[in-house]
């Protein structure tokens, strides 16, 4: 089955500078990454996602790539804020089938 | 903007004794999910519903768990004999189509401590 792994566990950034979280999955049959951002005692929110035809997408501040080749899929925030903070989960999804979620990265943006 | 709602927020229950957790998810989706995720630990799937029927279950959902759609708005999650080790948030959550192209909508999970 598929198996997702995420790096960093935990990340500190200085407010303003870039944060970057990386993700890589095993099933070559994964089509969809999603983002999700969980904020403490709170449910986990859909960030942005990507389809594996596409490389790219960005949508503000945030920014998710794609490498179907070396599967592996990360994470872009740039000019981080306070309200960044919180924890990040990737995921996979193979077609038909259900989320497989990272382990999850800890960002705290400090002022 | 709607959500997917669930009920209780907060369940506390003892060793052996069953629980529902019951979760109301978006109105016109067709999928619906429950995950958990132990505290610190990562969200892990439990099982998928579509057309009153489980579509995919994983490992940890075992005899213990069961799930159900009793009318058109809910969808419940029963634990028969809970252990120490179910002690979790659960979250519910639905979404439109097919998990290959969108999004799930996650609720605001139920907080499920066994003693």
């Known amino acids: 089955g598929e198996n997702v792994e995420q790096h960093p566990s935990t990340l500190s950034v200085q407010e303003g500078d870039s944060a970057v979280i990386k993700c890589t999955y095993s099933?070559?049959?994964?089509?969809?990454f999603p983002w999700y951002k969980q904020e403490l005692g709170k449910r986990p929110q859909l960030i942005i996602d990507?389809?594996?035809?596409?490389g790219e997408k960005k949508d503000q501040r945030i920014a998710v790539t794609l490498n179907k080749t070396a599967k592996h899929f990360s994470l872009h925030i740039t000019e981080t804020q306070p309200e960044d903070s919180a924890v990040y989960f990737c995921?996979?999804?193979?077609?038909?089938?259900?989320?497989?979620f990272g382990p999850g990265t800890r960002l705290s943006v400090l002022p | 903007e709607p959500e997917v709602t669930q009920t209780p927020s907060h369940q506390v229950t003892q060793m052996g004794q069953e629980v529902i957790l019951r979760c109301v998810p978006i109105?016109?989706?067709?999928?619906f999910y429950w995950y958990r995720q132990i505290l610190g630990q990562k969200v892990e799937f439990l099982v998928s519903?579509?057309?009153?029927?489980?579509?995919?279950k994983s490992e940890i959902f075992d005899d213990q768990f069961s799930v159900e759609r009793p009318d058109g708005s809910n969808f419940t999650l029963k634990i028969r004999s809970t252990k120490l080790e179910d002690s979790a948030m659960y979250f519910c959550?639905?979404?439109?189509?097919?998990?290959?192209?969108?999004?799930?909508?996650f609720g605001p999970g139920t907080r499920l401590t066994v003693l």
């Open positions: 099933d070559s049959a994964s089509n969809y």
């Open positions: 990507i389809r594996s035809n596409v």
């Open positions: 995921a996979a999804s193979p077609y038909g089938q259900n989320f497989v």
């Open positions: 959550a639905s979404s439109e189509f097919l998990t290959g192209g969108n999004e799930q909508f």
């Open positions: 109105s016109n989706h067709l999928y």
């Open positions: 519903f579509y057309n009153n029927e489980i579509s995919e």
